[in-house]
Every structure is written in C-alpha cells, then in structure tokens.
C-alpha cells in the first residue's frame, strides 16, 4: 500500500509541476504509447491498461489476468505568431511580429500515464487509470507594439490629439509617473501566457456477454487554468502600470464518463463504439487587472467556467499473424464546449475597446465586469490509421491521425493554441516474457491560421488600427502555426 501511495504521489507531482499540451483541439489524440504509436486508432484494440482510457469494454477482452502500465510522453511543441499593422498615414504606428514560444524557453512538457486493470473471472474485469488528458498553452514575450493613440483618444489612458505618444506620455495621461530611458520609446511590449491542464482518474468496469463486450468508465478530472496579458518596456526590463490583467483560477474538479461496447465479428476482426460526455469545469478565481494602478490594487473574485465536448468514437480491427491493422472515426463537438469563455468580476474593472462610432465620445471604451473570449471552435472530424507488425519478441508500429483543427479565424488566439492537423507516428515494442517496453514518437503539423476581421484578438490588440470614424481595421493581421514533437516510453507487466 505504500509503495501504491508513492506511486500516485510521483504521478501528481509530474501533471501538476508541469504544462499540459494536447493536440486534438486541447485533447490528446491517444492514450498510452503502443495506441499513440498506431496514429489513436485504438478502440477496437486491447491489451493495455489504459483500454480504461480508450475504450473500457476491451478490459473485458484481455488474455492476462491482470496489467500495470506506467509511462510518460515528453511534448516539444514550437508555437509561432506573427501579425503586422501598416498604417497609410502614420509610419511611426507600423509594425510587425514575428515570434515563437521557444524563443521564451517554454519548450517541453511531461505527460504521464498510469493504469491497472484485472480480471475477476473470465467474462468480468475492472480497472483504474490516472492520465494526461488534455491541456494547452503558449507565452509570447517578443510582441512589440506602438504605444497606442489616435486623434480623439486612446484606448490605454486618453493621449488626446497624440497619435504616437511615447511611454511617458501614456502614462501622463493616466496620472503615473515618468520614467527615464525607457519612457522615451515609442514602442511597447506585449506578453501573453496561458497554462490549461487536465487530468483523470478513470475506474471501470467491463463485462464480456459472448461476442459482445461493454463497458463504463467514471471519470474525475482535475484542471487547472491560468494566463496573463501584460505589458512592458520594448526591453522586457520593467512591466508598464495601468494596464494588462493576470488570472489564476482554483484547482476544479469535474465529473463525467464514458462508455463503450466492442463487438467480435470473427476470432480475427472486431468492431467498437465509445462515447465521452461533456465534463464542465468551474475555474473560480482571482484576476488582477491594470496592476500599478491605486485605486485596482487588489486582485478581485472571478468566476468561470470551461467545457470540455462530449465525443463520438467507431473503430475496426483486424489481427492475425502477428500483423494489426486499425482505423477509427471520431467526432468531437467542440462547438457546444468551447464557443466562448467568460471571466466575470466582482467589480466593473474591465474596459474593453469600443466597437463602433462611439470611439470619439468614449476613447477608453467600455466598463464591464465580464471579460469574454469569442473563441467559435468548430467540431472536429477524426480519422485515425494504425499499423503493427509482430513476428517475434520485437514489434514495429506505425500510424496517422488527421483532425482538422477546431481553432477558426474568427477565435484565433495565441492565449487558446490548439492547432494541430496532421499527426505521423511510429514506434516500437519489445517484449520480455511477462514485461513489455513500448517506445513511439510522433510528429504533429498544422497550416497557419489567420485572424478574421473584428475577431476579439484584432479588437484586443490592434489598437493603432481603430480610427474615429468606426472599427474598421483593413492594414492589420495576425496568424499562428504550431508544430509538435513528442517522444514516448512506458513499461508494461503482465500478471
């Protein structure tokens, strides 16, 4: 019982000290290295502990009598964001970005998995997992910007008639001080940083009526969520008061499930179905905002909450001779998770730049105790290709999973990545009587997403852009790119 209570305090210590980054959306496209190595293609496979994670009914399905599987993925994405403002009457306004998350050393992240399961008799079988489930995160600390202005007013504090005002001359308009060297420049930074992560602990139980195999899983998630929004000097040297906002929510818990049946057609080819509820996350917390200024200087209760989609799973199998062959179609409906996510104060801080004609009379824009993310992600439509070959004790594997992502142009946002598209993968397996060794890598791809016109990202950071006569922003643009490499290891004993 001891040396299990170390066991669970390593796993918490690596998911909770470290960034989770998914891939399907914010999710993980499989569970467990053998699955991840055959592209996720994995409902209809068995002989895993983590069949808890993927589909509970193969527990059922197993040979041995019981499995423990340990492993970890160690995830390096590269995150890039561009964007660049021209502006036809001010060259001193134009800019343009070219950064990537590696540049800021934020680069690698631990992604670890645990599970037994056992069979009771020959039709009944349970288990528990503990896994990476999701997450997401990026931190952009190169963005430069104008210090923002226009004729008629600013955004950040009121210059007045002064469309390129320098730092001393924003933070005038805001009654803070003047500083030295720095507040004579003419550009600002702009520092973004988020951290989603998501972990379960998954019990089941499966049970084999001839041919056809159910089973449930009773998922507890654990997620955690935070993410700034700050401003500083072109060098990085001092943040600028008066602006930007930093949130922390609570650790949260949320409850879900899912179920899933596997169906033997013949001794060599299988069919299966799984299903995933939506789980909801309440990330109440505490959100700072306009840090420096005296009369916001504590932090202030904020609610929120985030989805994550329910899921629809169907796969084939076929096995024999050692040779596997796998395909799985998925469907992810992000579209009724995340849409949109509200942070909601407790005090009408937040100000957010006007939307309309109404620049000219109210040049800081709006107050609201609410500030929301349009972020309008699509459902996701999964196929996944896996491939094994095993003659002997060695086994080669391969695979491919393509999931459009869900990120559209009118979400896009470097604080919410979720990017990915294409995923290429392979590995192998080499047993040892009773203990299994797995090792895969996968590559992960996507094309670059553009930022629409009057999405909440050009509205957020295109200051320069907005003019008095409206909200129309023709010379500015932003797009990201993600690409992903994660290599892979686990150990498996059969009992």
Do not use: C
Not at 45 to 74: C, F, W
Not at 157 to 174: F, K, L, S, Y
Request: aromatic share 14%.
């Amino acid at each position: 019982m001891n040396k299990f209570k170390i066991i669970i305090s390593i796993f918490i210590i690596l998911f909770f000290t470290n960034h989770a980054f998914a891939v399907n959306g914010i999710l993980l496209p499989s569970f467990g290295v053998r699955y991840s190595a055959m592209g996720g293609a994995s409902s209809a496979l068995h002989g895993s502990a983590m069949d808890i994670a993927t589909n509970p009914a193969n527990m059922a399905r197993n040979k041995q009598n019981a499995i423990v599987e340990g492993g970890a993925s160690y995830l390096m994405p590269r995150l890039e964001y561009k964007d660049y403002y021209v502006s036809p009457t001010s060259p001193d306004s134009t800019y343009v970005n070219n950064v990537s998350n590696t540049q800021n050393k934020l680069n690698g992240y631990i992604m670890p998995h645990l599970a037994y399961t056992s069979k009771v008799n020959e039709n009944f079988a349970w288990g528990i997992g503990m896994y990476a489930y999701g997450g997401g995160g990026s931190r952009f600390d190169g963005i430069v910007r104008p210090v923002p202005g226009f004729s008629g007013g600013n955004i950040m504090g009121g210059v007045g008639q002064n469309p390129n005002p320098t730092i001393n001359q924003m933070m005038a308009a805001q009654g803070i001080g003047q500083f030295p060297y720095i507040g004579n420049s003419k550009y600002l930074r702009e520092n973004t940083f988020s951290e989603i992560q998501i972990g379960k602990i998954t019990p089941g139980i499966a049970y084999k009526f001839g041919k056809l195999s159910l089973g449930l899983g009773l998922d507890v998630g654990v997620g955690t969520l935070q993410w700034r929004w700050t401003f500083s000097d072109p060098m990085g040297a001092m943040e600028l008061p008066g602006a930007g906002y930093r949130y922390r929510g609570n650790t949260a818990v949320a409850y879900s499930g899912h179920v899933g049946l596997t169906y033997e057609l013949s001794e060599h080819v299988a069919i299966a179905y799984t299903y995933q509820a939506l789980s909801k996350f309440n990330f109440n917390g505490k959100t700072s905002i306009d840090a420096g200024d005296p009369t916001k200087y504590w932090a202030l209760d904020t609610s929120a909450y985030m989805k994550l989609p329910e899921s629809h799973r169907g796969g084939i199998a076929y096995s024999k001779d050692g040779l596997t062959l796998s395909l799985d179609l998925g469907y992810i409906k992000w579209s009724g998770a995340m849409s949109s996510m509200s942070f909601v104060t407790s005090q009408v801080w937040v100000n957010l730049p006007p939307m309309d004609a109404s620049i000219a009379a109210n040049p800081k824009g709006n107050d609201t105790n609410v500030l929301k993310f349009d972020l309008k992600w699509n459902d996701q439509r999964v196929i996944a290709l896996g491939f094994e070959y095993k003659p002997n004790t060695l086994a080669y594997r391969l695979g491919y999973n393509y999931a459009k992502s869900p990120i559209t142009g009118a979400g896009m946002n470097p604080m919410f990545p979720g990017l990915t598209n294409q995923h290429f993968t392979g590995g192998l397996g080499i047993s040892f009587d009773r203990l299994d060794f797995d090792m895969a890598v996968e590559y992960a791809t996507s094309q670059w997403i553009r930022s629409s016109d009057m999405s909440n990202w050009e509205m957020f950071t295109a200051f320069s852009a907005l003019n008095t006569a409206g909200n129309q922003m023709p010379y500015y643009q932003a797009s990201m790119k993600m690409t992903l490499v994660t290599p892979m290891i686990a150990v498996r004993y059969n009992f």
